[in-house]
């Protein structure tokens, strides 16, 4: 039997548009095509795949995406995703479009679409694995395949918020598809973020101290900040739950879970600098 598109992704239909050639994309037999035959599959999953041809990255793998779950679940991160629900729900209406690109299980995009109890929400991502959490995160969000630097399969303009969480930028595409009174919501790790697990755990991935010089000049041509909050707290975790934290970063794709366990190099109980800058950005 054909899969059925869910209510959240018919309910951006209007909005979405042939990668390939621009059209408009209509449901037929379980997959969304164009007029001229360019046809994409819904998976049983819920979301459709629209992302073809050969990709940089096949985003999170399976065990990644279950270290996440496993993680966020525990309220590790609500403090971040409060924070990002803030910021967007702060400058849009009610009944807003948000975008998710690179929005891994929906984590966030869930936590503003109960901020905004009107709205409709997108996640894009490269992992598969990932966009099946995403697609039954909320009720009002829909997940699709795509990869961050190619141009997003969206009309101009479309988007109140666009949320852009520990996830690569395309300020361009962003700037494309924001209303021009929209935000663009941006978080990132600060120096000191999870600084007592890089300490301890060899080969995690290093933060770039000029990270936020480089965020500024990407941005500027398109954007100008109208807020930052700094969300910074020192959190206690077991064993098991700094391992998900380490294995739901990129970190996770040069580390081996056994061999951190194994070998105690993530000890039973940890304290854990969680430190971030959250900044909501408007059009220029």
């Not at 990255?57 to 525990?74: C, I, K, N, P, W």
Request: aromatic share 6%; net charge positive; proline share 7%.
């Amino acid at each position: 039997m054909p899969v059925l598109l869910s209510p959240a992704l018919e309910s951006f239909l209007d909005l979405l548009r042939c990668p390939t050639c621009g059209a408009c994309l209509h449901s037929d037999r379980g997959a969304l095509r164009c007029p001229t035959g360019h046809t994409f599959d819904i998976s049983r999953h819920g979301y459709v795949s629209l992302l073809t041809g050969s990709r940089a990255t096949s985003g999170d793998d399976a065990a990644m995406v279950r270290a996440r779950d496993r993680f966020l679940a525990t309220g590790g991160f609500g403090p971040i995703c409060r924070t990002v629900a803030h910021l967007a729900a702060d400058a849009v209406p009610e009944r807003s479009t948000v975008v998710d690109v690179g929005c891994g299980t929906g984590y966030y995009l869930a936590g503003v679409l109960e901020q905004l109890s009107g709205a409709r929400g997108l996640g894009l991502d490269t992992s598969v694995r990932a966009l099946r959490a995403t697609a039954r995160a909320h009720e009002r969000a829909a997940a699709a395949t795509w990869d961050v630097f190619r141009p997003l399969p969206l009309v101009d303009g479309m988007a109140d918020v666009v949320l852009d969480v520990f996830a690569p930028r395309n300020p361009s595409e962003f700037h494309r598809v924001l209303r021009p009174c929209g935000r663009l919501v941006v978080v990132r790790p600060t120096g000191r973020h999870l600084h007592e697990l890089r300490s301890e755990v060899p080969g995690m991935v290093a933060i770039d101290p000029a990270k936020e010089r480089r965020l500024h000049k990407v941005l500027a041509p398109f954007f100008e900040a109208a807020g930052t909050e700094v969300v910074e707290y020192v959190t206690s975790l077991t064993g098991p739950e700094a391992l998900d934290l380490v294995g739901m970063t990129p970190s996770a794709r040069h580390l081996n879970r056994a061999d951190l366990a194994d070998h105690g190099l993530v000890p039973g109980r940890v304290t854990v600098t969680v430190s971030v800058l959250a900044t909501a950005y408007r059009p220029r």
